[in-house]
């Protein structure tokens, strides 16, 4: 029979804290970090942090797999802590690393699908041509023409069936489709918000033709968009 493990929930704490705070286990080696001995290295929380949003984004993103991700992390945390605390002959055992893998992810599990979902929403738009190389709108609100608005619509159609495609895709494989759908809506209202902005300036300047057209392209691609959903 396997026996219960009791873990030490204020080593727990006292690892994640050091994990969080250590430049040496935030880049993932002790190079030029005042660590006593021979450089060491490891897995870096940030490098980490970046493979799981990636597996995120990709839709086969699991706990499991993130836990096992994290756990080379603190693996590498004890390694450095024990390194800089060598005086106090202590030792994070292998329950409480593993403990510590699991409360940092059931942490931040929430956090990270809000920054992929972000992430590849911005990126889309980016290379659709949304944002200019500054990163700024491609036409200020207050600037745009009909023709601005047009293309702002069919961005947002064509993202709208890319996206639906991928939820659809990841859902026949049994992968999270619900993020990408999230993806979807953030980019839909990112696209809406923007041309209702320019709908609203061109009513301000008496141009309510113009307004009413654009808002009938708003709604087309709104249409559009839940058809693809």
């Not at 021979?38 to 897995?43: F, W, Y």
């Not at 490098?47 to 603190?74: P, Q, W």
């Amino acid at each position: 029979m396997k026996k219960n493990t009791v873990v030490d929930r204020d080593a727990v704490r006292e690892l994640i804290i050091f994990a969080e705070r250590c430049r040496a286990v935030y880049c993932g080696n002790t190079l030029n970090e005042n660590i006593p001995g021979p450089v060491i290295g490891g897995a870096g929380l940030e490098r980490m942090v970046e493979c799981i949003l990636k597996h995120i984004t990709k839709g086969d993103y699991t706990d499991e797999g993130a836990v096992k991700g994290m756990r080379r992390v603190f693996d590498f945390a004890a390694k450095v802590y024990c390194r800089l605390y060598a005086d106090a002959g202590f030792l994070f055992s292998p329950s409480t690393r593993n403990a510590a893998a699991v409360e940092y992810v059931e942490s931040h599990c929430s956090d990270w699908h809000c920054t992929a979902v972000v992430q590849l929403a911005e990126s889309l738009l980016y290379r659709r041509g949304f944002y200019d190389k500054n990163g700024d709108f491609f036409a200020a609100a207050d600037e745009a023409s009909d023709r601005d608005v047009k293309r702002a619509a069919r961005i947002y159609g064509s993202l709208s069936v890319e996206l639906a495609g991928k939820a659809r895709g990841a859902q026949a494989a049994g992968e999270n489709h619900v993020f990408y759908r999230v993806v979807l809506q953030k980019v839909q209202c990112r696209l809406s918000a923007w041309m209702y902005r320019v709908a609203i300036c061109h009513g301000d300047r008496g141009k309510n033709s113009t307004a009413d057209k654009i808002k009938e392209i708003i709604t087309a691609a709104e249409n559009l968009a839940r058809r693809a959903v």
